[in-house]
């Protein structure tokens, strides 16, 4: 039997669709986020590294910025 290129698309298609239905979404109804306090420890912890990092970098450029005014 053959298909056409259409019911080929087609096929594809809706198997996508069954692929995306049938993924879990962290956070959902069906797969709920379980704060734990570890987890919570864990992401702040990122999150301030995250943020000293931006800040190392600001300050840099602040600092290179003034330099270069001073050359001038």
Known sequence: MRITQKELRNMIAEEMKNIKAERLVEGSQSNPVVATPEL???????????????????EAKKRSRILKNRRR
């Open 40 to 58: 919570i420890n864990q992401i702040i912890k990122e999150e301030f590294e995250a943020f000293q990092t931006r800040q190392k970098l600001a």
